[in-house]
């Protein structure tokens, strides 16, 4: 085997992700495989470059869809930066409400109210985290 190229299980390791995931991203066109090794598909090392991107989408709630689509943007595609801006104002709202959320963790576990329900402190941390429609 060419020894610039990764075997799938090695992806796997280095990824964090299932072969049979990086299968499934293949068979969605969001990676291609160098070729095989026996039965075994070889990656090129680039391929962990893409992996981490789609895994970091994923993550913020793109569809594998959502991610097709972006993978293969150019300048000329204004629909697509379009919805690209949208998504960013929604991951800059669910930023706000979960770094509330965490606010109000960190002082549900520090206070020494007797119900931490009932604290004032938390209340108003807790308050200050929207709920989804």
Do not use: W
Not at 52 to 75: D, H, N, Q, Y
Not at 107 to 126: M, R, T, Y
Request: proline share 5%; with cysteine; aromatic share 6%.
């Amino acid at each position: 085997m060419d020894e610039t190229l990764l075997d799938i299980a090695e992806v796997a390791r280095r990824s964090g992700l299932t072969p049979s995931a990086l299968r499934f991203y293949e068979k969605k066109g969001l990676i291609a495989p160098a070729g095989r090794n026996g039965l075994r598909r070889t990656y090129y090392p680039d391929v962990l470059e893409r992996l981490a991107l789609i895994t970091c989408a994923r993550g913020a709630g793109f569809s594998i869809a959502e991610i097709g689509r972006f993978l293969v943007a150019r300048p000329s595609d204004a629909d697509l930066r379009v919805r690209m801006a949208a998504k960013a104002r929604d991951l800059d709202e669910q930023i706000g409400q979960l770094k509330r959320l965490r606010d109000s963790l960190r002082h549900a576990a520090v206070c020494d109210h007797e119900l931490i329900v009932d604290c004032p402190g938390f209340k108003q941390a807790v308050g200050n985290v929207r709920t989804s429609p």
